[in-house]
């Protein structure tokens, strides 16, 4: 039975490198897949992962039918056997709606990936629709992990190196970005509610004010 499957996550828990890894194994059984992704890091029609792999993926920019792209293609003598779709969080809902119909009236497999909620614990309305109308949402097995070593559920924004909750909902970036720039840190929701990133921590553990008084 095809599905839609979400698999979500924060930033960096290695969402990009299981698409490439499912896309390699089924490529090499012979099935041909069709890569869809939004704004991803490294450029337009871009699928990247950390550790270094980047394929070609159709950029679905906003507006874009997808179910007709395929329908499309298929019908110009195209193979699809299935869909990757990354960064999934940044397409409209109707997209979603899309490709739960590609699901069902095409029988594709549909694997989409995307980070749950934003920099300020909102969700995305295109995770939103993903949780709605997905047949299976997984959580990936490898933990990103907070600075505190808890398992990290939440991403925290930063610009400047100081952690924001205000700002437009998308701002591409990532996390290994300069503190002069704006980037990003996986947290655990404690940390996360405390805005207490690693770099914060670090210099508030510098600071004179937060050295042990002398009782003397
Ligand atoms: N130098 C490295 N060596 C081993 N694993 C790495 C390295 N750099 C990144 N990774 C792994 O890659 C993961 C990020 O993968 P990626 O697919 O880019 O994440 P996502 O798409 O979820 O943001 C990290 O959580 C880590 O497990
Ligand atoms: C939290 C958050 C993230 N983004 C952007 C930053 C990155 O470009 C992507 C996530 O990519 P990844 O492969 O999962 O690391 O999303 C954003 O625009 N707004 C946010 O709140």
């Given at each position: 039975m095809p599905e839609l499957v979400f698999f979500s996550g924060t930033m960096?828990?290695?969402?990009?490198?299981?698409?490439?890894?499912?896309?390699?194994?089924?490529?090499?059984?012979?099935?041909?897949?069709?890569?869809?992704?939004?704004d991803d890091r490294a450029g337009?029609?871009?699928?990247?992962?950390?550790?270094?792999?980047?394929?070609?993926?159709?950029?679905?920019?906003?507006?874009?039918?997808l179910y007709a792209y395929v329908v499309d293609r298929v019908s110009q003598g195209g193979r699809v056997d299935y869909l990757i779709v990354d960064?999934?969080?940044?397409?409209?809902?109707?997209?979603?709606?899309?490709?739960?119909?590609?699901?069902?009236?095409?029988?594709?497999?549909?694997?989409?990936?995307?980070?749950?909620?934003?920099?300020?614990?909102?969700?995305?309305?295109?995770?939103?629709?993903?949780?709605?109308l997905a047949d299976r949402v997984e959580t990936l097995q490898v933990e990103a992990l907070c600075w505190c070593g808890a398992r990290a559920t939440?991403?925290?924004?930063?610009?400047?190196?100081?952690?924001?909750?205000?700002?437009?909902?998308?701002?591409?970036?990532d996390v290994s970005s300069p503190a002069a720039e704006?980037?990003?840190?996986?947290?655990?929701?404690?940390?996360?509610r405390r805005r207490m990133t690693s770099g914060s921590?670090?210099?508030g553990a510098l600071s004179p004010d937060v050295l042990p008084v002398a009782s003397d």
């Amino acid at each position: 039975m095809p599905e839609l499957v979400f698999f979500s996550g924060t930033m960096d828990c290695g969402k990009s490198t299981l698409a490439l890894q499912i896309a390699h194994n089924r490529s090499a059984r012979g099935l041909q897949g069709l890569n869809f992704t939004r704004d991803d890091r490294a450029g337009e029609g871009k699928l990247s992962s950390r550790l270094g792999l980047v394929t070609e993926a159709v950029e679905a920019v906003q507006g874009m039918n997808l179910y007709a792209y395929v329908v499309d293609r298929v019908s110009q003598g195209g193979r699809v056997d299935y869909l990757i779709v990354d960064e999934a969080q940044f397409l409209e809902p109707v997209q979603i709606d899309q490709l739960a119909r590609i699901v069902d009236d095409l029988g594709l497999d549909v694997f989409s990936f995307g980070i749950t909620t934003d920099f300020r614990t909102k969700l995305f309305p295109g995770s939103r629709r993903l949780f709605e109308l997905a047949d299976r949402v997984e959580t990936l097995q490898v933990e990103a992990l907070c600075w505190c070593g808890a398992r990290a559920t939440h991403n925290a924004r930063t610009v400047g190196g100081e952690m924001v909750v205000e700002g437009a909902q998308v701002v591409v970036g990532d996390v290994s970005s300069p503190a002069a720039e704006v980037g990003y840190e996986v947290l655990c929701r404690r940390h996360h509610r405390r805005r207490m990133t690693s770099g914060s921590v670090h210099a508030g553990a510098l600071s004179p004010d937060v050295l042990p008084v002398a009782s003397d």
